[in-house]
């Protein structure tokens, strides 16, 4: 069955330091991945999406990611961060079943940023 | 605004009573999702509609709940006999038909639903 694995539920960093956040999936073939911010109340905010191609995507709000196939990742990455980033993450693929993409979701990734 | 919008945004109500959420989701968007988001979770998959046709649904939805989307535009989530298990948020997202795009689905602010 297809799944998706975020495996730090709570990250903290400074104001300025890098970031790094991890995904896995399970998928049988080649995924549509993607990357979802939610801020507190809110509703969720695509960040960045990979279908084929170039391996590194670029997304809002200055963030990136990496598929890497060998790995089964899609690593989420800043270098540098806001305090305004502070929100929770959700890596997700897409099943692509019976003509439509329904989305299956990690269980989130909580980020605090310190001053 | 042409985003996804949900109304309730916040729903209380006591066990046992019913409750019916609405999504009016982006005018020129043909599919419509429902998802269920708990606390500390990622978002569930709930339902989906293309145009006015339910063409899926989860086996997270008991008999208790019931989803329409009448006319191929707004959609309704109604829970009946609420238990104090259905507290979560019930989030609505909708897209396009393009093999591509279809995928990148908008999320409106969700419906927080309380049950005491």
């Known amino acids: 069955a297809q799944s998706v694995t975020q495996p730090d539920i709570h990250i903290t960093v400074s104001e300025g330091a890098s970031l790094e956040l991890r995904c896995n999936y399970s998928?049988?073939?080649?995924?549509?991945l993607f990357w979802y911010v939610q801020s507190p109340g809110q509703g969720l905010q695509l960040l960045l999406k990979?279908?084929?191609?170039?391996?590194l995507v670029q997304g809002i709000k200055g963030f990136e990611a990496e598929f890497k196939r060998s790995q089964s990742s899609f690593n989420l990455r800043k270098p540098s961060v806001h305090w305004s980033d502070a929100a929770e993450y959700f890596c997700?693929?897409?099943?692509?079943?019976?003509?439509?993409?329904?989305?299956?979701f990690g269980a989130g990734t909580r980020l605090a940023v310190h001053p | 605004d042409t985003g996804v919008s949900q109304d309730p945004r916040h729903k209380i109500t006591k066990r046992g009573q019913n409750v019916t959420f609405r999504c009016d989701p982006i005018?020129?968007?043909?599919?419509l999702y429902w998802y269920r988001q708990t606390l500390g979770q990622g978002p569930e998959f709930l339902t989906y509609?293309?145009?006015?046709?339910?063409?899926?649904k989860s086996r997270l939805l008991s008999d208790r709940f019931s989803a329409e989307r009448p006319k191929g535009s707004f959609s309704t989530l109604e829970i009946q006999r609420t238990e104090q298990g259905d507290s979560a948020m019930y989030l609505c997202?909708?897209?396009?038909?393009?093999?591509?795009?279809?995928?990148?689905?908008?999320f409106g602010p969700g419906t927080r639903l309380t049950v005491t």
């Open positions: 509609f293309q145009n006015e046709a339910q063409l899926e």
């Open positions: 998928y049988g073939a080649t995924p549509y």
């Open positions: 990979y279908f084929s191609g170039d391996t």
């Open positions: 997202a909708s897209s396009t038909a393009d093999r591509h795009s279809s995928t990148e689905q908008y």
């Open positions: 005018s020129e968007h043909n599919r």
């Open positions: 997700a693929v897409a099943r692509l079943f019976g003509g439509y993409n329904k989305l299956i």
